[in-house]
């Protein structure tokens, strides 16, 4: 059964460092997306790609957090300088294609971040 | 206005019960209502969907109901099992997936 790859699974990692996160998403979907999701929370959008291109960014703290998803396939999510706020974890997801009509979303199994 | 509103926050029901959770939001955009599980460790997995078009939709002992007009919609989880102990999310999304938004979960916990 296709998959969403995440890794790495777990990341602890110290206040001011850079952090970054892979994904690959399942073969054929346009659309990926990274959550984040703190402990007890809902998972909150930070980014949503349409191929290679950035449809959604309005909740990306854009002053430390980037993301790029180059060639439309796989994509990586950094952060620099990471702070203990950041302390989540960070869900990739991708779909067939927004607008589709299909709306599900196929969730990898996530990065957890600690910051000390 | 982007917000999905879930609750409760945790529920605990007896092996067999019936688990309800609600969901309401505000953006009369909205067009696809999934529920997601999600197990400790584990990313979230989609449950069952609905649309708007319809008022309640069944698949095996989960059920949405959804009230267009009162901008709500619910999961019941019939014959609850042990195995369905989890957090449950409903989230809401406009023309198929774009800005898919989350509720903040429910944990719900199904006692033997």
């Known amino acids: 059964e296709a998959e969403v790859a995440q890794s790495p699974r777990y990341k602890i990692t110290e206040k001011s460092q850079a952090v970054a996160f892979w994904c690959d998403p399942i073969s054929g979907h346009a659309t990926l997306y990274w959550y984040r999701q703190i402990l007890g929370q809902g998972p909150e959008l930070l980014v949503q790609f349409q191929d290679e291109s950035v449809v959604d960014d309005s909740q990306l703290p854009k002053d430390r957090f980037s993301a790029e998803r180059l060639k439309g396939v796989d994509s990586t999510l950094k952060i620099q300088p990471a702070e203990l706020g950041d302390s989540a974890m960070y869900l990739c997801a991708s779909s067939l294609l927004a607008g589709a009509n299909t709306g599900e979303l196929f969730f990898g199994e996530g990065s957890r971040l600690t910051v000390l | 206005q982007q917000q999905v509103k879930q609750s409760p926050q945790s529920l605990i029901v007896q092996k067999g019960g019936i688990s309800i959770i609600n969901c309401a939001y505000e953006n009369t955009a909205f067009d696809y209502f999934p529920w997601y599980q999600q197990f400790p460790g584990k990313g979230p997995a989609l449950l069952i969907a609905?649309?708007?078009?319809?008022s309640e939709k069944k698949e095996g002992r989960f059920t949405i109901s959804f009230n267009k007009s009162a901008k709500q919609f619910s999961l019941h989880i019939m014959d609850s099992q042990p195995g369905d102990s989890a957090t449950y999310f409903c989230a809401a999304s406009m023309s198929g997936g774009f800005k898919t938004i989350f509720g903040a979960g429910t944990r719900l916990f199904v006692k033997a």
């Open positions: 609905i649309r708007p078009d319809v």
